[in-house]
């Protein structure tokens, strides 16, 4: 057994053992709203947006962008389990910004290995074989957190699936002070009709 393997599993049990009432929360989260997020490890949103088990749904994937699956989940968030908000929260020093999907494919053609970066760019440390399946793959990659909010707030605004009514909030996270800053532009175009 890995030592992280048996960390998490040690980390579990303790948890269940104190799990009380837990069981008995409802499906439906008792606030009502979402957040999109990142998966950065830097980010808790339980801690920054004052979240307990069972308040919200939290959303998240590289770069907490709002990819067709993004929005398949705030789809399900609202229309069955009644959420009447969303943030779409991204965050300062966020690893989507340190490449484009050309350098994602072309480091995934040569090796399937970790790649590692300095200060002269991405290198592929490990040996082939690679695969070209990285080729059809919107990695979703972006320059500014400010413009990626701003576009993902859009993108769920204008999707068919998702209803006017709901605001849709847009923030980036500040890593290093823990700050919600909002994102103006994202405002405007996130407001409910």
């Not at 059809?136 to 605004?157: G, H, N, P, Q």
Request: net charge negative; proline share 4%; glycine share 10%.
């Amino acid at each position: 057994m890995s030592k992280i393997l048996e960390e998490v599993l040690s980390a579990n049990a303790e948890y269940a053992a104190n799990f009380g009432a837990k069981g008995e929360l409802t499906i439906p989260p008792a606030r009502r709203f979402a957040i999109l997020t990142c998966m950065d490890a830097r980010l808790d949103p339980a801690q920054y947006a004052g979240l307990a088990e069972g308040d919200a749904h939290v959303i998240r994937n590289a770069g907490g962008r709002a990819s067709d699956d993004a929005i398949r989940s705030l789809v399900i968030s609202y229309k069955l389990l009644g959420t009447r908000e969303w943030f779409v929260i991204h965050h300062t020093d966020c690893g989507m910004a340190l490449f484009t999907d050309d350098i994602m494919r072309d480091l995934l053609r040569h090796s399937l290995e970790t790649a590692s970066i300095d200060g002269n760019g991405w290198h592929d440390t490990g040996r082939g074989p690679g695969s070209n399946e990285g080729d059809y793959i919107d990695w979703l990659t972006f320059k500014s957190e400010a413009d990626s909010v701003t576009d993902d707030v859009r993108r769920i605004r204008n999707h068919p699936l998702a209803p006017g009514s709901i605001p849709i909030y847009g923030y980036v996270y500040d890593v290093k002070t823990g700050k919600l800053i909002e994102v103006p532009e994202a405002a405007r175009v996130g407001k409910a009709v």
